[in-house]
């Protein structure tokens, strides 16, 4: 079963402007985490978060992270038409337990 | 360094025959999983192993799906016989064993479609 559900499936920005995804999930975790995936390939780790972190920057990216309501963001500042790809959040199958779990995906269409 | 090699990029096979998925995982990774992900969902977990031994296959079905990591390095899944809802992307994924969580780095999948 999928532990994540991101919100909204499918998003289309104009290039430059900030996208935002969220993920929602049921149990526990001591890590989130985000990956990218390019139409046709492989999936690619964005970035992690840990339980005791509420924010987390990596370059354009930044994760916010919510326990206490079961709940992530993900925002990609000042967008470009390569962000184009569809983005997963994932996250362990319990407190501990190292095996991810992947959300749907939110689709995120940059038009140039 | 180099990523997580998968062979083939793409099979193209009737149902009921079998097919085999290839994987060489990062160097050093432990730890070695295959997913599935049918088109327009997320990846599902089918097995994981540790080294050369399975961890998890509780979601494998293994009435019709195998896998092996022999020496605890390159890894194959196998479906035999194959059905239509087979089709999917085969992605196999591999991390660093240990206490602290780490991402884990996929191979570009096989694309399997099941005629």
């Known amino acids: 079963s999928q532990q994540g559900e991101e919100d909204p499936q499918a998003l289309s920005i104009q290039e430059g402007e900030n996208a935002t995804m969220n993920c929602s999930y049921k149990?526990?975790?001591?890590?989130l985490q985000w990956y990218r995936q390019n139409s046709g390939r492989g999936l690619v780790h964005l970035i992690l978060i840990r339980s005791n972190e509420r924010e987390k920057h990596s370059g354009r990216l930044r994760v916010t992270l919510d326990t206490s309501k079961k709940s992530s963001s993900l925002l990609i500042t000042a967008s470009r038409a390569a962000d184009t790809a569809s983005y997963f959040c994932?996250?362990?199958?319990?407190?501990?337990?190292?095996?991810?779990?992947f959300g749907t995906g939110t689709r995120l269409t940059i038009i140039p | 360094e180099a990523g997580v090699a998968q062979s083939p990029r793409y099979k193209i096979i009737e149902k009921r025959q079998s097919v085999a998925f290839w994987c060489n995982p990062i160097s050093g990774h432990a730890t070695l999983y295959w997913y599935q992900q049918i088109l327009g969902q997320g990846p599902k977990l089918l097995i994981q192993f540790q080294n050369n031994g399975v961890v998890d296959d509780s979601q494998l079905p293994k009435d019709r799906f195998s896998a092996e990591r022999l020496k605890g390095v390159d890894s194959t899944l196998k479906i035999q016989p194959a059905k239509l809802e087979d089709s999917a992307v085969y992605l196999c994924a591999s991390t660093v064993w240990g206490q602290r969580p780490y991402g884990y780095t996929f191979g570009s999948g096989t694309r399997l479609t099941v005629v």
């Open positions: 994932a996250t362990p199958r319990g407190f501990g337990n190292e095996k991810l779990t």
């Open positions: 149990t526990s975790i001591n890590n």
